[in-house]
């Protein structure tokens, strides 16, 4: 099946410090990945929308140069939490549209999570 | 902006009894999907419904889309412990996805 992974899982790092999350689509290409933020027992905010090549859409209120997204490859998107402070915890997911021909539907395959604290 | 509302919020119920999700848009949905978030889990994606009225089964699930597609539910019949977890509806427009608030269901045994 389709498989994406995250890297890394958890992840505790110190106030003004800088995280990179990976996310990769294992078999599959995809255009288009998604960053969303989950806090505790709330649904999926969608951050940004990552297209291979160009710049990430990110949503109203998201700050693009607090959180940084690089869509490099087809494969691959990294979501950079830059100067994190505390209330930057939380869990990281992404997912990935494949590019095209995978599946029945317009459907998005979701990444493990990362779980970022900032102490 | 758009949102995508889902009632109830949390829902305990036996093992064997039925449970139903709601998810109201204040806007027409082009489509819904419904996805299953185990307890530290990730989403993981059900079913996909497009057309208005549209009634999908899977087993013990049953999804309907409403005729004026501005309301989709899932319904589950005897539920089981295997099905706890939260359940999350989705717009997917044509390059993003709004999730719901979704509902969190525990399932006593």
């Known amino acids: ?119 | 902006g758009q949102q995508v509302m889902q009632i109830p919020q949390y829902q305990h119920v036996q093992e064997g009894e039925d449970f139903t999700t709601y998810c109201n848009s204040s806007t027409t949905l082009s489509n819904i999907q419904w996805y299953k978030q185990r307890p530290g889990g990730h989403p993981v994606f059900l079913i996909q419904l497009v057309k208005s009225g549209e009634v999908k089964k899977q087993k013990r699930l049953t999804f309907q889309f409403g005729e004026a597609k501005k309301n989709s539910s899932l319904h589950i019949t005897a539920t089981q412990t295997t099905d706890v977890g939260t359940y999350f509806c989705a717009e997917t427009g044509t390059y993003k996805y709004i999730f719901g608030t979704g509902t969190r269901l525990k399932v006593l045994a």
């Open chain 1, 1 to 119: 099946g389709a498989v994406v992974s995250q890297h890394p899982s958890r992840v505790i790092c110190k106030s003004g410090t800088s995280v990179k999350i990976e996310c990769r689509s294992l078999d599959f290409q995809a255009t288009t990945m998604f960053w969303y933020r989950q806090f505790p027992k709330k649904s999926l905010m969608l951050m940004a929308t990552s297209n291979e090549g160009s710049k990430a859409t990110y949503e109203q209120g998201v700050e693009k140069d607090k959180f940084l997204i690089n869509h490099a490859s087809l494969t691959l998107s990294t979501l950079t939490v830059t100067s994190a402070h505390p209330e930057d915890s939380s869990f990281y997911i992404c997912s990935a549209r494949p590019f095209s021909g995978r599946g029945d539907y317009n459907e998005q395959f979701f990444g493990p999570g990362t779980r970022l604290t900032v102490l």
